[in-house]
C-alpha cells in the first residue's frame, strides 16, 4: 500500500508483484523527462527517460508512462525484486532550463 | 569510461571553516550541474556550469557559495564559513555537450556528505 511518512512518500510491494510509482510534474511546457533511482548512500541512477513526442517508452522491467494533459508521470516496474527498493525521483525539463526534479517517492519491496 | 567522480565523499567541518568540493565530469562531457540534497528530500539544483562559464546559478545562495569550472581541472563547489544549516549531500551531475535543439541525460557522481559541526 501507499502511505505518506514524514517526508518522502513510501510505496510498500511484495516481491514478485508489479510498482507503479507517479509524479505529478510542474510545468506544462516541460518537454523532456527522466526518472532516477536513488539508493542509499548514493547518487541518483539513470533509470528511463521520455520526451514529450511519446506517451509510453519501455525499457527492461521498466515503462514509463506520460500523460500531457493531466501533468502525469509514471514508472511502472514488472515482477519488482529487492533491489528495486530505493527511493525513485522524476524530474522534468524545459528546453534551455534545468531539471526539476520531484520530490521523490520510496519503494519498499517485502519478502 | 569512468563515471562522474566527486571527492571527498565525506567531509566534516567546523562551523566559519570553508568547504571545497570536487567534482570530476564524465569523459567527453563539457556540462556541470550541482544539487543540493537535505535528508528525506530532492535534490535541489544550484549552478549549471560549462567550462569557463556560469551558466545559471539561479539556485545557489548569493553568499558563501561560488562554483567554477576550469579550463583544465574539476568543477569546485565552495562554501565559506560553513553554517550548521550547509550539512546536507551535494551531488554533481555531467551531461555532454548540448546539440541543437536538444537535451541530454544528467549522469550523477556518488555525492558528497557535508557535516557542519
Known amino acids: 500500500g501507499e502511505s505518506v511518512g514524514l517526508h518522502l512518500p513510501t510505496l510498500s510491494v511484495q516481491e514478485g508483484d508489479n510498482s507503479i510509482i507517479n509524479c505529478a510534474y510542474s510545468n506544462s511546457a516541460s518537454d523532456y523527462f527522466i526518472w532516477y533511482k536513488q539508493e542509499s548512500g548514493k547518487g541518483p541512477q539513470f533509470i528511463i527517460d521520455?520526451?514529450?513526442?511519446?506517451d509510453k517508452r519501455q525499457g527492461q522491467r521498466v515503462t514509463v508512462l506520460l500523460n500531457k494533459t493531466v501533468k502525469h508521470l509514471s514508472l511502472q516496474i514488472a515482477a519488482t525484486q529487492p533491489g528495486d527498493s530505493a527511493v525513485y525521483f522524476c524530474a522534468e525539463n524545459n528546453y534551455g532550463q534545468n531539471f526539476v526534479f520531484g520530490p521523490g517517492t520510496r519503494l519498499s519491496v517485502l519478502p | 569510461n569512468a563515471g562522474v567522480m566527486q571527492n571527498p565523499r565525506h567531509l566534516v567541518r567546523r562551523r566559519g571553516q570553508e568547504a571545497r568540493l570536487r567534482c570530476s565530469p564524465m569523459k567527453g562531457h563539457s556540462h556541470v550541474y550541482w544539487y543540493r540534497q537535505l535528508p528525506e528530500e530532492g535534490l535541489k539544483f544550484m549552478v549549471y556550469?560549462?567550462?569557463?562559464?556560469?551558466?545559471?546559478e539561479s539556485g545557489m545562495p548569493k553568499e558563501r557559495f561560488s562554483a567554477e569550472f576550469p579550463k583544465e581541472g574539476p568543477s569546485i563547489l565552495r562554501i565559506q564559513q560553513v553554517v550548521r544549516g550547509d550539512s546536507a549531500a551535494y551531488f554533481c551531475?555531467?551531461?555532454?555537450?548540448?546539440?541543437?535543439?536538444?537535451?541530454?541525460?544528467?549522469?550523477f557522481g556518488p555525492g558528497t556528505r557535508l557535516l557542519v559541526l
Open positions: 556550469l560549462q567550462k569557463e562559464n556560469i551558466i545559471d
Open positions: 521520455i520526451r514529450s513526442n511519446m
Open positions: 551531475a555531467s551531461s555532454p555537450l548540448l546539440g541543437t535543439g536538444d537535451q541530454e541525460t544528467q549522469y
